[in-house]
């Protein structure tokens, strides 16, 4: 429970106020946070707001990550994960060798196959078509969250179809939710310098509307820590905001921290846990209509995941099993976590673990799962 504290920034004072009277915070004041050194502050006036949505709750998932393929068009500046179709490390996985990775976890308790992968202009749309068919016909029982809106965008364009009438064909074949991927920051001038190829941040939030309106649901991310500025951070939050107040169709927000290693912006340092911890915060401040805010715990680690839930964080993601995107760009982080060690994070935390599925049904029993 929030206990009084004395911020060493005046300024959180004055936003505390409107923070416990549920008044919605402005640009202004997102930009006053993320000009603020009184981390303890900010962190306090996040975790209000955690407790307002979840209590003492700390939720996370049985999960499993497929990437399909590192063969990508759209070759990023921030991603050590793509390759071209020739480069050495470039891989696309068979439908048989997809079946193959899910195969591996399936007499355990998963609950979500999570698939992302690169643009790869060898793969027809029916390719994906029928991951989602022979995963869903083998496991019926697994929620498929697969491919990011961007991945979405490049399926509608090769099948020749519209957003609505692609992600239809998409859920008809067995996928449950997107995830957040490819949002990075929706700065038209960070995109040109960064990732140029890639959709517009507007083409982005279009892909989620269409999906929500068809009631798919869908997570949101941004990638923080480059070259982006406060302001730009601030009007990716907005953006997103805004676009929930319409859909209600976000589940939670997962900010992404900027893993330089062995990209075109090695030369860039990595994130502080200061600025970690601010970010978190920040975005459960600022994202006052989603339920939920994800430290992804690969790319902090483990230790900083479990401080950021005294941060606005409520949410620590899941087992993941296998990760491939932040291990090329140098995490040094497990590829996987056992249940037993998530639920010892989050109870050495003072919080209450609770197992759940994409969309956020409870698991029953979780203690002895």
């Known amino acids: 429970m ?3 504290i004395n911020f060493s920034d005046a300024a959180l004072k004055t936003m505390e106020e409107k923070i416990r009277a549920g008044e919605r915070l402005s640009f202004a004041d997102g930009l006053t946070l993320f000009q603020s050194h009184d981390l303890l502050g900010i962190g306090y006036l996040a975790n209000i707001v955690r407790e307002r ?3 003492n709750r700390t939720y996370f998932i049985y999960n499993r990550h497929i990437n399909y393929s590192n063969t990508c068009e759209n070759r990023c500046y921030f991603c050590a994960f793509s390759r071209d179709r020739a480069e050495p490390g470039a891989f696309t996985l068979s439908l048989a060798e997809v079946l193959e990775k899910a195969s591996q976890v399936a007499k355990e308790p998963i609950t979500e196959f999570h698939i992302v992968g690169g643009l790869n202009p060898d793969l027809p749309f029916s390719y ?3 991951m989602l068919r022979e995963l869903k016909k083998l496991y019926p029982q697994v929620h498929l969250q697969a491919f990011t809106a961007v991945e979405v965008d490049y399926f509608s364009r090769i099948a020749g179809l519209s957003l609505e009438d692609t992600l239809k064909e998409l859920a008809t074949a067995g996928l449950g939710s997107l995830p957040g991927g490819g949002a990075e920051v929706f700065s038209p001038r960070v995109r040109q310098a960064l990732c140029p190829k890639k959709i517009s941040g507007e083409r982005w939030l279009e892909v989620m509307q269409a999906a929500h309106h ?5 997570n949101a991310t941004m990638l923080y820590g480059h070259i982006e500025t406060p302001e730009e ?5 907005m953006k997103l905001r805004e676009l929930q107040d319409k859909t209600q169709g976000f589940m939670t927000f997962i900010p992404l ?5 062995n990209t075109q912006l090695a030369h860039l340092p990595p994130t502080t846990g200061f600025l970690d911890l601010k970010t ?12 939920h805010i994800k430290a992804f715990w690969i790319m902090l680690g483990l230790k900083l995941a479990q401080l950021s839930l005294s941060f606005g964080v409520d949410d620590l993601d899941g087992t993941v099993i296998e990760e491939k995107i932040t291990h090329a760009a140098g995490a040094q982080t497990a590829q996987g976590v056992s249940q037993q060690e998530l639920i010892q994070v989050i109870e050495e935390a003072g919080r209450i673990p609770v197992e759940r599925d994409t969309v956020y049904n409870l698991i029953p029993k979780t203690s002895s799962r």
């Open 214 to 218: 068809l009631g798919i649901k869908s």
């Open 280 to 291: 978190l915060a920040i975005s459960r401040l600022m994202l006052d209509n989603f339920p």
């Open 257 to 261: 921290a900027f893993h330089p290693q």
């Open 2 to 4: 929030s206990t009084e």
């Open 128 to 130: 994906y078509l029928d």
């Open 233 to 237: 951070r601030i009007d990716h939050l």
């Open 53 to 55: 949505f979840n209590d």
